[in-house]
């Protein structure tokens, strides 16, 4: 069992980020889960104290996701005035975009390397709106914002590329081929949790069970 503010894993029963869970309650001594995909979930013998802990943290993350995004506005009185070119003009145009400085001069590295340190600070903050440069552009703005994005661990040439559609479907099970019909199958979001499957008769799992679905992982794999 691991409960933290990331996951929700009891096994058998559940194992999935609070992202993929919308409500919870208890109805007859179970504790009942309500997933995004409308599946519900009933997990008998929970201890209260353990109820009352899952209600705390999922109260948390709730209250986590509603919180107003913060958006970077790139007021930096401490950082601008020691441009060359600094004052209320580079502080204004570094407020927008503005084309016809696509060709303007590059930031002094060692700002840029402060505004990307700057921008590690807040690198936790997930609900964090981070500006987007325009392409084969170096006026003020999108020099800035190419240097917060670093500091936040983007790559500004890659935020166009497209994504697998397979890369957005969330993972059950990671399946790991070990040797002539044998996998390990592990929990992605807890790595000690895993099961060895065989798949040549008898087929079994390290679970016990009969039609688990780690053996319908690995079958689906």
Same mark, same amino acid.
């Given at each position: 069992? !691991?409960?933290?503010?990331?996951?929700?894993?009891?096994?058998?029963? =559940?194992?999935?980020?609070?992202?993929?869970?919308?409500?919870? #309650?208890?109805?007859?001594?179970?504790?009942?889960? =309500?997933?995004?995909?409308?599946?519900? =979930?009933e997990?008998?013998?929970?201890q209260p104290?353990?109820?009352?802990?899952? #209600?705390k943290?999922?109260?948390?993350?709730?209250e986590?996701k509603?919180k107003?995004?913060?958006?970077i506005?790139?007021?930096?009185?401490?950082?601008?005035p020691?441009m060359p070119? /600094?004052?209320?003009?580079?502080?204004t145009s570094?407020?927008?975009?503005n084309?016809?400085?696509? @060709? /303007?001069p590059?930031?002094?590295?060692?700002i840029?390397?402060?505004i990307a340190? =700057?921008?590690?600070? #807040?690198?936790e903050?997930?609900?964090? @709106?981070?500006?987007?440069p325009?392409?084969?552009?170096?006026?003020m703005?999108?020099?800035?914002? !190419?240097?917060?994005?670093i500091?936040m661990?983007?790559?500004?040439e890659n935020l166009?590329?497209?994504?697998?559609e !397979?890369d957005?479907? #969330? %993972?059950?099970?990671d399946?790991?081929e070990e040797?002539?019909?044998?996998? %390990?199958?592990?929990n992605p979001? @807890?790595? !000690?949790?895993?099961?060895?499957?065989?798949?040549?008769?008898?087929?079994?799992?390290?679970?016990?069970?009969?039609n688990? @679905?780690?053996?319908?992982?690995?079958?689906?794999?």
């Amino acid at each position: 069992m !691991k409960i933290n503010d990331k996951i929700l894993n009891i096994p058998p029963y =559940i194992s999935t980020s609070w992202d993929n869970i919308t409500s919870l #309650f208890t109805q007859n001594d179970f504790l009942v889960v =309500i997933l995004k995909n409308g599946a519900k =979930i009933e997990i008998p013998k929970i201890q209260p104290e353990m109820i009352e802990e899952i #209600f705390k943290i999922h109260s948390k993350v709730l209250e986590g996701k509603s919180k107003p995004k913060t958006s970077i506005s790139f007021g930096l009185p401490s950082i601008l005035p020691s441009m060359p070119t /600094a004052g209320l003009e580079s502080f204004t145009s570094a407020m927008q975009h503005n084309p016809e400085q696509k @060709d /303007a001069p590059d930031i002094p590295s060692d700002i840029i390397n402060k505004i990307a340190n =700057i921008a590690k600070l #807040f690198a936790e903050e997930a609900n964090m @709106d981070i500006p987007k440069p325009v392409a084969n552009c170096n006026c003020m703005h999108c020099q800035i914002s !190419k240097a917060l994005q670093i500091g936040m661990g983007i790559n500004p040439e890659n935020l166009d590329a497209e994504v697998d559609e !397979k890369d957005l479907k #969330f %993972r059950d099970w990671d399946i790991i081929e070990e040797g002539a019909h044998l996998y %390990r199958v592990i929990n992605p979001l @807890d790595e !000690k949790e895993h099961y060895s499957v065989f798949l040549k008769d008898p087929i079994g799992c390290t679970c016990g069970k009969k039609n688990c @679905d780690h053996i319908k992982a690995v079958l689906n794999s």
